[in-house]
């Protein structure tokens, strides 16, 4: 069975976008419309993948996760960011090489929905403001993606945290193809990490 989303159809993104507006005067309300439209997302993707293990992922990641005034480059990959406990980024780090997801970066929400495109992936897996969560659903409807909301932040944009239990258990839940290749040998599929600003 393909897969299909009610994003994809333009009444849906256009009926959304309405209840948003009527609910943004209390932004709690419209956060937690956001938040069940997330779970029902998940609930739909989960369905989709029983029995048909994702090959390739796609992470995508905000750019705030980063320590306000790292210097680090992270647009390449996060070598760096593996020994360094200064923010979330090592241990996002860490749980790519347990599970044999390759790191690439991008700093622009653009750039990681052409990411996609180009790459194809099985899943997207992706933690954001509720905001960018559905522009994430919106903007490429065409890939299943599992979501979460950012678990907080310092301030807007500075140093957010992400539940790092949740992406684990997502990771877990799609690599175990990536580790039985790995045991018998043979190339492993890779995956991406898309880091992305506002």
Same mark, same amino acid.
């Given at each position: 069975?393909?897969?299909?989303?009610?994003?994809?159809?333009? /009444?849906?993104?256009?009926?959304?976008?309405?209840?948003?507006?009527?609910?943004?005067?209390?932004p709690r309300w419209e956060e937690r419309f956001v938040e069940g439209l997330v779970r029902v997302?998940?609930?739909?993707?989960r369905r989709h993948l029983r029995g048909r293990p994702a090959a390739t992922v796609l992470l995508i990641l905000p750019r705030c996760v980063k320590m306000h005034g790292c210097c680090a480059?992270?647009?390449?990959?996060?070598?760096?960011?593996?020994?360094?406990?200064?923010?979330?980024?090592?241990?996002?780090?860490r749980l790519c090489d347990r599970y044999g997801v390759r790191a690439l970066v991008a700093f622009r929400s653009h750039v990681a929905f052409a990411m996609a495109r180009a790459e194809r992936p099985d899943l997207i897996i992706a933690t954001a403001c509720h905001d960018r969560?559905?522009?994430?659903?919106?903007?490429?409807?065409?890939?299943?993606a599992l979501l979460?909301?950012? /678990?907080?932040? *310092?301030?807007?944009?500075?140093? /957010?945290?992400?539940?790092?239990?949740?992406? *684990?258990?997502q990771l877990a839940a799609v690599a175990a193809p990536v580790r039985e290749a790995v045991a018998t040998g043979?190339?492993?599929?890779?995956?991406?990490?898309?880091?992305t600003g506002p």
């Open positions: 069975m393909s897969w299909r989303s009610p994003w994809q159809s333009r /009444a849906y993104v256009a009926s959304v976008a309405a209840v948003r507006r009527l609910l943004r005067p209390v997302q998940n609930r739909r993707v480059d992270v647009k390449a990959d996060l070598a760096l960011c593996r020994e360094c406990g200064d923010c979330q980024l090592g241990g996002i780090a969560l559905v522009k994430a659903l919106r903007s490429v409807p065409e890939y299943p979460a909301p950012l /678990a907080g932040m *310092e301030r807007m944009c500075v140093n /957010a945290a992400i539940d790092l239990t949740w992406f *684990e258990a043979d190339r492993a599929p890779a995956a991406g990490v898309a880091a």
